[in-house]
């Protein structure tokens, strides 16, 4: 579903009215789009080494990118073990 668009996250369940405020639970910031949780959220970041070592081995070097990690062939079982470890969707 982050691929896609239409996700458990709070920016998207807002717009639907699933959801009062489009915040991130976790952290307080006022919108947790795909690009937060994926990229930005400071409560996250102990998960993301394995996705910057996947998109490096991909061939993506510097900072990460949402289209990298949700199209990238050789990055998709890093970003699976992301979700996991984040248990942001359990």
């Known amino acids: 579903r ?5 996700s458990h996250l709070n920016a998207h369940r807002h717009k639907s009215g ?3 405020s489009p915040a991130c639970e976790a ?11 994926l990229l930005q959220c400071p409560v996250y970041e102990p998960f993301r080494q394995p ?3 996947a ?5 993506h070097f510097g900072s990460l990118h ?3 990690l ?6 998709i079982k890093a970003l699976a073990g992301f979700i996991e ?6």
Do not use: Q, W
């Open 51 to 53: 996705l910057h070592d």
């Open 70 to 75: 949700l199209n990238e062939p050789k990055v």
């Open 2 to 6: 982050l691929r896609t668009g239409p």
């Open 18 to 20: 699933f959801v009062d």
């Open 55 to 59: 998109a490096r081995r991909a061939g």
């Open 85 to 90: 470890a984040t248990r942001r969707f359990k």
């Open 27 to 37: 952290c307080g910031d006022p919108s947790e789009s795909r690009a937060h949780y």
């Open 66 to 68: 949402l289209y990298v």
